[in-house]
């Protein structure tokens, strides 16, 4: 299993970046795939979730309504709209995935995901 993600960058505040998690090695089908934040000396925390079987979605208070994941079944690729960025939203960026969950997404933290990509930096200034 491969996680190879893409799209991040510099922007200023209140622009938008679109990140992408292209797998390879498993498909979405049924999984949960979340994308997770790590600013610099922070712990990693997630951001947004889905359930790609019902296609539920789930964020942080911290981007509810700024940032949007969804998910291309044919591209077997999931994506994070990011907009109205702020300065917080800076950090390493990693997409995670479980094939095979035993129930949806809702609250999952880091250790709940068994796979991982190697992160793409987000830097938003003010």
């Known amino acids: 299993v491969q996680l190879v993600e893409s799209g991040g960058g510099s922007e200023q505040a209140g622009g938008s970046l679109r990140l992408s998690c292209a797998a390879s090695g498993i498909t979405y089908k049924s999984a949960c795939t979340g994308w997770l934040r790590q600013p610099p000396d922070e712990a990693r925390d997630p951001v947004a979730s889905?359930?790609?079987?019902?296609?539920?979605?789930y964020y942080s208070d911290s981007v509810k309504g700024r940032f949007t994941i969804s998910r291309d079944s044919a591209k077997n690729a999931v994506y994070l709209q990011m907009n109205n960025l702020k300065p917080e939203d800076t950090g390493t960026y990693y997409c995670?995935?479980?094939?095979?969950?035993?129930?949806?997404?809702?609250?999952?933290?880091?250790?709940?995901?068994?796979?991982w990509g190697q992160g793409t930096q987000v830097t938003v200034s003010s």
């Open positions: 889905i359930y790609t079987l019902e296609g539920d979605t």
């Open positions: 995670a995935l479980d094939p095979f969950p035993i129930n949806n997404c809702e609250n999952w933290v880091p250790d709940d995901y068994n796979h």
